[in-house]
């Protein structure tokens, strides 16, 4: 009789089903080895990722911060963030080598979270984008892999030899696709809680019975006989869990929320841009609390954007053209967006997680794709807001101004080992970034 072979399997296996990822035990027909996936203690709150982007820069002269912790000093833009001052970093110096090949707006912004080459001619090509990478890793342990918002709709055009299509997403599942914006605050709702049949309203065993059939049929004698006692041995603690959460006995982190504490908003967009956004934040939020994800992006606009600011009495002139003039009103409108990062800063901070707060356990990243509207991207205005499970020291200015590595995707390998997911690189950097 001819020996049965097996093929080691080069990352380490597990069984899936709908909403559910399920590790095998060892067994001698199938040796694993390494374990891809990040490690989180059930007891501890998960980090969360957040990343916010405002097109076509900052007013020149106030984007700037200085002094630590209590004594940090901020520019007028980042006023609305200063009673969170001290859980903030301000990061001076940070760009995008392959943002300076040529071009404005598309080509400034198609890579600013992939750090990867844009090709030109009208063509689509970036890099899949940090966000990503974490939802791919963190994928099976909340409902969605991630939550990507935005307020204004893509741009099908072409402008410098680069398509708009660049200016309209920071978010890229692959190289060749953006990852569609959510831009109605109804849809969005109905992603995080309308779902037919709930991860937690199926036996874990019910739902890789499939795989794990299959599963059965490549291992030896023996190994079946183990995997029946492994899958026995798991239908035995679901149900004691299941007991002991009737009982309320549970122990262990669990999110704050279970259910939204919003009504879901009305069909359709807002037709006023301050509603819309503030909506969008409610939801971001929302997600992060039910952990529904951990993992969000919120475009606010994009880059060469049209959007008007009627609330603020700035109606006359589109964001794009307004971030050319750097006077009082492309301030106000500098501050409004700042106002929606400290809007989530505050509700975020004011949910206790533990020993921490929602907002210590996040890592909310506020950017754009140049430092002013003179198109110059050199460095790039990068604040972070959050302390990553405690894992970063906020209230501090770090200027990568003249040192060898001041790249974005340094400090995205830097955050992706806070979030759990290390990677020995990521975009055009194997190095993590100095001091975060």
Known sequence: MEKRTFQPISRRTFLRGAGVTMALPWLESAPVWGDNLPKHNASEPPVRFACFFSGNGFHSREWWAKGEGANMELGKVLEPLHPYREKMLFLQGLYNAEALIGGIHSCQTGNLLTGAHLAPDGEIRSGVSCDQVLAQRLKGQTKLPSLVLGTEQSIAAIHKNYSMIYSSHISWSSATTPVPLELYPALAFDRLFRDEVGKSDKSVLDAVREDAASYKSRVSSADKQRLEEYLTSVREVEQQIERAGKAGRLQGWRPTLTRPDMPRPADGIPQDI???????????????????????????????????????????????????????????????????????????????????????????????????????????????????????????????????????????????????????????????????
């Not at 707060?357 to 959050?386: A, E, R, Y």
């Open 274 to 436: 301050d509603q819309h956004m503030r909506l969008m934040c409610d939801i971001l939020v929302l997600a992060f609390r039910t952990d529904t994800t951990r993992v969000a992006t919120l475009k606010l606009n994009n880059d060469h954007s049209s959007l008007r600011f009627p609330n603020l009495g700035v109606d006359y002139m589109i964001h794009h053209l307004l971030s050319h003039t750097d006077g009082a009103d492309w301030l106000k409108v500098n501050q409004f967006f700042t106002k929606q990062i400290a809007y989530i800063a505050g509700k975020m901070d004011s949910v206790q997680e533990g020993e921490r707060t929602l907002l210590d356990n996040s890592m909310m990243l506020f950017c754009s794709s140049m430092m002013t509207g003179s198109h110059n991207n050199d460095q790039l205005p990068v604040i972070m807001v959050g302390r990553g499970g405690g894992k970063i020291k906020t209230g501090r200015v770090l200027n990568y101004l003249g040192k060898p590595n001041r790249k974005m995707c340094s400090l995205y390998l830097s955050l992706l080992d806070k979030a759990g997911a290390s990677l020995s690189s990521f975009g055009d950097s194997k190095e993590r970034l100095a001091d975060i």
